[in-house]
C-alpha cells in the first residue's frame, strides 16, 4: 500500500494509511487547515516524485542513468521540480529536493543525488 501523505509504498496492517506518524499528523494538519488544500496536491507529487527517486538502487553511487520508462510505470511526475539549474554547458538541470536530473539520451534520465 501506498502512505496517502508521501505516496511511498509501506508495509503494515491493511487498515493503515500513513507510512509514519509524522505523515499521518501533516495530512490531518492539511485537511483541516483550508488554505492548505492547493499546497498539498502539489506537495503529494513532488512527495511522490522524491519517493520514486529516494527508491531507486543507489547503493553508495552518486549518480544513476536510467530508463524514463521506469520512472513513467512508478508515477513520476517531470512537470514538478523544485528548481532548474543551467550549467556552462547550457545543459538544464530539474531539481528536487537533494535530487538534480535531466534529460538522457535514448530515453534515459540522468540522475544525481546530493
Ligand atoms: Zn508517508
Known amino acids: 500500500m501506498n502512505c496517502l501523505q508521501c505516496g511511498k509504498s509501506f508495509r503494515g496492517r491493511s487498515d493503515k ?3 509514519s506518524l509524522p505523515c499521518k499528523n501533516a495530512h490531518y494538519r492539511l485537511r483541516t487547515d483550508p488554505h492548505h488544500e492547493i499546497l498539498k496536491k502539489v506537495d ?3 512527495h ?3 519517493a520514486i527517486l529516494s527508491q531507486l538502487p543507489w547503493e553508495d553511487k552518486k549518480i544513476l ?3 524514463k520508462i521506469y520512472l513513467d510505470t512508478h ?3 517531470f ?3 523544485t528548481g532548474t539549474f543551467t ?3 547550457n545543459q538544464l538541470f530539474f531539481y528536487l529536493y537533494n535530487f538534480a536530473w535531466r534529460p538522457h539520451p535514448e530515453n534515459k534520465i540522468w540522475i544525481m543525488k546530493k
Open 17 to 19: 494509511k500513513y507510512c
Open 44 to 46: 503529494a507529487i513532488l
Open 48 to 50: 511522490r516524485n522524491h
Open 65 to 67: 542513468t536510467i530508463p
Open 75 to 77: 508515477g513520476f511526475n
Open 79 to 81: 512537470d514538478f521540480h
Open 87 to 89: 550549467n556552462r554547458h
